[in-house]
């Protein structure tokens, strides 16, 4: 069953002049009673009561927040809070009661002779957390234009979501008015902003589909930034995440943070990057991928005609070690400085651990590295592209030799210049290969700037991963870096 | 009862008719798309034999990489200029 936002709610104006806000449920309030009905009298001030309609007591001078439309569209925090008002806007506030403030800012003087002369306020009720979720729904939810859909008082909501064909097959949260408000806090853009144009269905997609996304996947709102610019770099012409998803080979975006916003977030580089365990890691990578599937319309059997398919197509997020790495970043190395927040999304497929636990050389090292990546989506295979994760400790090896980025890049490259020969088809009694107008040559395992680097993992283990690739660019997927904005 | 926002483009697809089968190929113009991965062409040729050997004029095209939907402007140009396309999958 489907139905609109019905609940709009305008701004309300307060009465001009002096203006008091206060709920039964107060102690100070309670003890200013007499103060109030004194300067309704003296200065007609005007009382707005969050909670009994007749308190202090029912009279003209008493108006009641039912909704609490004054108190939240107003911000009050406190009450008591005094409020000049002009136009209908309070140009000043007081909060809590204080004898010497309170007679300053009415100029009304001996006012409640007989109270102490100060007692601090309580919340009001507009900041009450069992009610703020009810209240910005209330108030906000108007803008949000998403069609409504209810879920019956008797279906499961979890089932229901699994009914609708809104899961990867995990359980998504259901992404309530409230809950996708709270998402939306993670960013100043505007709900109905278009970040991009999202493959097959080339439908709109919008910051708030990308917040309801990001709340079924489990995002935080301070994930959501990073969600919203790696749905904007895989819906680009160069990621190409059309043809991503048609393939019938195993790969699926894999995002790369680097910059501030990693750490801030508390994003996972270390032991288990590529694992379990970690809510940005697991969340952010899943949530794009459900824009895909939701916005998209990009699922398994459908417009998705992966073979095998890979256990990262549910989604693979994680952050570069930058700080404990000798060399510039992935994303420096593409352009960017090391303050700025980046999100850079790669189509791979499944990774491979490299295993070296005797090297005590960069040389030896990368020689062995290049001898495995050879291997990378089938031996004849020539001109790809990788993703290579360097763990800590292989990378303390070019620390220590003082091996720069593009010096391993060098070396490794060298050793993977592959005589054709044993590439073409038929050689080694194996039909896959190169045409055999390839033969008397050499060619590069990879294509010229084809091996995309980051260091992470675990301080402990002597070891590495590489990522087999797709089709190289331009024909494929281009490796694309966007910056995170807030 | 709880209410939960749409996660989708809200897009009902649209019901297309299909165009209407040929009687016959007989003067019709068919359009062969190859769309470049590996010997779609030998596919084709095969398929272009048995067509004109049928009455049909044949004209081809190839998307410039299999790995991505054929350009807007190639669509149109096939819409355009044929009564019907066939399209090659190839490996």
């Given at each position: 069953?489907?139905t609109m936002?019905e609940?709009?709610?305008?701004k309300?104006?307060?009465?001009?002049?002096?203006?008091?806000?206060?709920k039964?449920?107060c102690p100070?309030?309670?003890?200013?009673?007499?103060?109030?009905?004194?300067?309704a009298?003296?200065?007609?001030?005007?009382?707005?009561?969050?909670?009994?309609a007749?308190?202090?007591q029912?009279a003209d001078?008493?108006?009641h927040?039912?909704d609490l439309?004054y108190?939240?569209?107003?911000?009050i925090?406190?009450?008591p809070?005094?409020?000049?008002?002009?136009?209908?806007?309070p140009?000043e506030r007081l909060?809590?009661w204080?004898?010497?403030d309170?007679?300053?800012f009415?100029?009304?003087?001996?006012?409640?002779?007989?109270?102490?002369?100060?007692?601090p306020g309580?919340g009001?009720l507009?900041?009450?957390?069992?009610?703020?979720?009810?209240?910005?729904?209330?108030?906000?939810g108007?803008?949000?234009c998403s069609?409504r859909?209810?879920?019956a008082?008797?279906?499961?909501e979890?089932?229901?979501?699994?009914d609708?064909?809104?899961?990867d097959?995990?359980?998504?949260?259901?992404?309530?008015e409230?809950?996708?408000?709270?998402?939306?806090?993670?960013?100043?853009?505007?709900p109905?902003?278009?970040?991009?144009?999202?493959?097959?269905?080339l439908?709109?997609?919008t910051?708030e589909?990308?917040a309801?996304?990001?709340?079924m996947?489990?995002?935080?709102p301070?994930y959501?930034?990073?969600?919203i610019?790696?749905?904007?770099?895989?819906?680009?012409?160069?990621?190409?995440?059309?043809?991503?998803?048609?393939?019938?080979?195993?790969?699926g975006?894999i995002?790369?943070?680097n910059?501030?916003?990693?750490?801030?977030i508390?994003?996972?580089s270390?032991?288990?990057v590529?694992g379990q365990g970690n809510?940005a890691?697991?969340?952010?990578?899943?949530?794009?991928?459900l824009v895909v599937?939701?916005?998209g319309g990009g699922k398994?059997?459908?417009?998705?005609?992966?073979?095998h398919?890979?256990?990262?197509?549910?989604?693979?997020?994680?952050?570069?070690?930058e700080?404990?790495?000798p060399?510039?970043?992935?994303?420096?190395?593409?352009?960017?400085d090391?303050?700025?927040?980046?999100?850079t999304?790669?189509?791979?497929?499944?990774?491979q651990?490299?295993?070296?636990?005797?090297?005590?050389?960069?040389?030896?090292?990368?020689?062995?590295f290049a001898?495995s990546?050879?291997?990378n989506?089938?031996p004849?295979m020539?001109?790809?592209?990788?993703?290579?994760?360097?763990?800590?400790e292989h990378?303390?090896?070019?620390?220590?030799?003082?091996?720069?980025r593009?010096?391993?890049?060098?070396?490794?490259?060298?050793?993977?210049?592959?005589?054709?020969?044993?590439?073409?088809?038929?050689?080694?009694?194996?039909?896959?290969?190169?045409p055999e107008?390839?033969?008397?040559?050499?060619i590069g395992?990879?294509?010229?700037g084809?091996i995309?680097?980051v260091h992470?993992?675990g301080?402990t283990?002597?070891?590495?991963?590489?990522?087999s690739?797709w089709?190289p660019?331009?024909k494929?997927?281009?490796?694309?870096?966007?910056?995170?904005?807030? | 009862?709880?209410?939960v926002l749409?996660p989708?483009?809200e897009?009902r697809?649209e019901?297309?008719e299909?165009?209407?089968?040929p009687?016959?190929?007989?003067g019709?113009?068919i359009?062969?798309?190859?769309?470049?991965k590996?010997?779609g062409?030998?596919?084709?040729?095969?398929?272009e034999?048995?067509l004109?050997?049928?009455?049909?004029s044949?004209?081809r095209?190839?998307?410039p990489?299999?790995a991505?939907?054929a350009?807007v402007?190639?669509?149109?140009e096939?819409?355009t200029?044929?009564?019907?396309?066939i399209?090659a999958?190839?490996?």
């Open positions: 069953m489907h936002a609940i709009t709610t305008a309300p104006l307060l009465p001009d002049g002096l203006v008091a806000i206060v039964e449920d100070t309030c309670v003890l200013v009673a007499p103060v109030l009905a004194d300067l009298d003296r200065a007609s001030m005007t009382t707005i009561t969050q909670d009994n007749a308190f202090p029912a001078w008493v108006v927040d039912h439309a108190s939240w569209f107003h911000d925090d406190t009450v809070t005094l409020l000049r008002v002009v136009d209908g806007e140009t909060e809590g204080k004898r010497d309170w007679e300053a009415t100029g009304i003087n001996d006012l409640g002779a007989d109270l102490p002369d100060w007692r309580c009001s507009s900041v009450d957390p069992n009610r703020t979720d009810e209240l910005a729904v209330r108030f906000s108007s803008t949000m069609r859909v209810e879920i008082a008797l279906e499961d979890w089932e229901a979501l699994y609708r064909d809104w899961s097959g995990l359980p998504v949260v259901p992404p309530t409230a809950r996708v408000l709270r998402m939306l806090e993670g960013t100043t853009r505007a109905d902003e278009i970040v991009a144009v999202v493959p097959p269905d439908a709109d997609v910051v589909k990308i309801i996304n990001a709340v996947a489990g995002c935080r301070d959501l930034p990073v969600v610019a790696a749905v904007e770099a895989i819906c680009t012409d160069d990621f190409n995440m059309h043809g991503v998803l048609a393939t019938t080979m195993d790969v975006p995002i790369i943070v910059g501030p916003i990693a750490r801030e508390g994003m996972n270390g032991g288990n590529l809510r890691n697991a969340t952010i990578g899943r949530a794009v991928q599937r939701n916005v398994p059997g459908g417009v998705d005609r992966s073979a398919g890979s256990p990262h197509k549910i989604g693979l997020a994680f952050a570069e070690d700080v404990g790495s060399w510039t970043s992935l994303a420096e190395s593409r352009g960017f090391a303050d700025q927040s980046t999100v999304v790669w189509c791979g497929g499944g990774p651990v490299f295993v070296d636990q005797l090297s005590r050389t960069p040389e030896s090292l990368t020689k062995h001898n990546l050879k291997t989506l089938a004849k020539a001109m790809m592209e990788t993703l290579l994760v360097i763990g800590p990378m303390s090896r070019f620390r220590d030799a003082g091996w720069d593009a010096r391993f890049l060098a070396e490794l490259d060298s050793h993977l210049q592959l005589d054709t020969d044993d590439l073409i088809r038929g050689a080694d009694g194996i039909d896959e290969g190169l107008a390839f033969a008397g040559n050499t395992k990879f294509w010229p084809g995309h680097v992470a993992g301080a283990g002597l070891f590495s991963m590489a990522f690739g089709v660019p331009p494929g997927s281009v490796c694309t870096t966007k910056e995170i904005t807030r | 009862m709880t209410t749409d989708t483009s897009s697809p019901q297309r299909l165009v209407p089968r009687e016959s190929l007989d019709l113009t359009g062969l798309l190859d769309i470049s590996p010997r062409d030998v596919f084709l040729d095969r398929v034999e048995k004109t050997g049928l009455g049909a044949v004209t095209f190839m998307k990489t299999f991505k939907p350009p402007d190639l669509r149109h096939i819409a200029s044929c009564d019907a396309v399209e999958l190839a490996d």
